[in-house]
């Protein structure tokens, strides 16, 4: 199961048009805790696509850490009281939906991942491709998108097969 983002949510837009090119960077660290073998430019590619979507003219960190198992029932005892464990956990930085806040101040968010969940989940695609999945997923939560009413899943879903459609024909 899918977790939604904990904190607020950014807002859906910022009232820029989507062909204004950012004002600042996204910054993409991948910290591997799970010893499997990942193409970190793609995922630092699905990044790129998806910040440059939702939010062309914010900068904006994440920290991309892949674990197992037992990292993820860890976090997630911790942050949502289930001994279970899930795919993804997405963490939005306290202040970084403040639109008052200076420009200067870059959101930093973090997405963990659990690689075992991943393995089992992937039905017959490959690890890569459920991995991008997951990790669009995760990165939508961080924009501010849900899935828990009917609506909200719809707009999320679509989303994400947009994204998944232009990286997949990379």
Same mark, same amino acid.
């Given at each position: 199961?899918?977790?939604? %983002?904990? +904190?607020?949510?950014?807002? /859906?837009? #910022?009232? !820029?048009?989507?062909?204004?090119?950012?004002?600042?960077?996204? @910054?993409?660290?991948?910290?591997?805790?799970?010893?499997?073998?990942?193409?970190?430019?793609?995922?630092?590619?699905?990044?790129?696509?998806? %910040?440059? +979507?939702?939010?062309?003219? /914010?900068? #904006?960190? !994440?920290?991309?850490?892949?674990?197992?198992?037992?990292?993820? @029932?860890?976090?997630?005892?911790?942050?949502?009281?289930?001994?279970?464990?899930?795919?993804?956990?997405?963490?939005?930085?306290?202040?970084?939906?403040?639109?008052?806040?200076?420009?200067?101040?870059?959101?930093?968010?973090?997405?963990?991942?659990?690689?075992?969940?991943?393995?089992?989940?992937?039905?017959?695609?490959?690890?890569?491709?459920?991995?991008?999945?997951?990790?669009?997923?995760?990165?939508?939560?961080?924009?501010?998108?849900?899935?828990?009413?009917?609506?909200?899943?719809?707009?999320?879903?679509?989303?994400?097969?947009?994204?998944?459609?232009?990286?997949?024909?990379?």
């Amino acid at each position: 199961s899918h977790d939604t %983002c904990f +904190g607020k949510h950014l807002p /859906q837009a #910022f009232g !820029l048009s989507r062909n204004q090119k950012p004002m600042t960077d996204c @910054q993409f660290n991948l910290i591997n805790q799970s010893g499997c073998e990942v193409n970190e430019q793609l995922l630092k590619s699905c990044f790129q696509l998806v %910040c440059q +979507g939702e939010s062309p003219r /914010q900068g #904006f960190e !994440l920290n991309l850490v892949l674990c197992t198992d037992r990292e993820m @029932q860890k976090f997630n005892r911790i942050y949502r009281g289930s001994e279970s464990v899930t795919d993804v956990l997405s963490f939005c930085s306290q202040g970084s939906r403040d639109p008052s806040l200076p420009a200067s101040i870059t959101p930093s968010h973090d997405i963990i991942i659990d690689t075992n969940q991943i393995d089992r989940q992937k039905g017959k695609k490959s690890f890569e491709w459920e991995l991008v999945k997951v990790f669009i997923h995760g990165l939508l939560h961080v924009f501010g998108y849900d899935h828990l009413r009917q609506e909200d899943r719809k707009e999320m879903q679509d989303k994400e097969f947009h994204y998944n459609n232009i990286i997949q024909g990379e």
